[in-house]
């Protein structure tokens, strides 16, 4: 099965811009889906296909992808999106699998 | 709108089963794939399996095969997922969750989970 990895923690300052990324070979033809997980909550979709957001995401939250790699950016970062954040992919072995990344801690200075 | 459900927490044993149960409100569940993900303490998601619309059948993830069983009441549109021969290892939150999935017009596909249930918090311990 194929796997998808993360940097384990990153940092941003208040209102600065961050992006979080996703390696896997299955990203060179599936696009990631991503999550955000706060503390004691059950995930939540904010980014999902080539660039799409749900109902009730910020539009600061967004989504792009070149090669094996699948990044969501956040544009001027505020202390709420400090959270855990999971990419989330079908796996390229063609069995129809999914798979997520091991989590990215985001910390808002 | 939809929403997921969950049983309550339990404790099990090890080598005893647990069954978590997720209900579906505001949709119907034969119109849905249901999918399940668990947490352990401190550690990531991890995805155990769910409903593939594509070939009509449940798909496990290789590291749980032969130990879960994921089943469908539609008349009460719950779902279901059984886990058997529990180790303390398996003790985790278990989410269930709503996966949708789309080819875009590129040829690229991809799926998603959205809703998810609450999770149910399974602790295995003698």
């Known amino acids: 099965s194929s796997e998808l990895t993360q940097d384990p923690a990153v940092s941003v300052a208040l209102g600065q811009t961050v992006r979080i990324t996703c390696q896997g070979d299955t990203l060179r033809s599936s696009y990631a889906s991503w999550y955000q997980q706060k503390p004691g909550e059950a995930p939540v979709l904010v980014i999902y296909g080539k660039n799409n957001r749900p109902s009730g995401i910020p539009d600061r939250f967004s989504g792009s992808s070149s090669g094996n790699t699948a990044s969501l950016t956040i544009t001027g970062a505020q202390a709420e999106d400090e959270a855990d954040y999971y990419c989330?992919?079908?796996?390229?072995?063609?069995?129809?699998?999914?798979?997520f990344g091991g989590g990215t801690k985001l910390t808002v200075l | 709108q939809v929403q997921l459900i969950q049983s309550g927490a339990e404790v099990k044993k090890p080598g005893a089963s647990v069954k978590v149960s997720c209900k579906v409100s505001g949709y119907i569940l034969s119109k849905l794939s249901i999918h399940w993900v668990r947490q352990a303490p401190g550690k990531g998601l991890q995805w155990v399996g769910g409903?593939?619309?594509?070939?009509?059948?449940?798909i496990y993830a290789q590291k749980f095969q032969g130990r879960v069983t994921m089943t469908e009441d539609t008349s009460t549109d719950t779902a279901y997922m059984e886990l058997s021969s529990l180790r303390s290892d398996d003790t985790a939150v278990y989410y269930c969750a709503i996966d949708a999935h789309y080819y875009d017009s590129s040829g690229y596909d991809y799926n998603w989970f959205d809703p998810w249930g609450q999770g149910t918090l399974v602790t295995v311990s003698s």
């Open positions: 409903f593939d619309p594509e070939n009509g059948e449940t």
């Open positions: 989330n992919s079908r796996d390229s072995s063609g069995d129809h699998q999914r798979v």
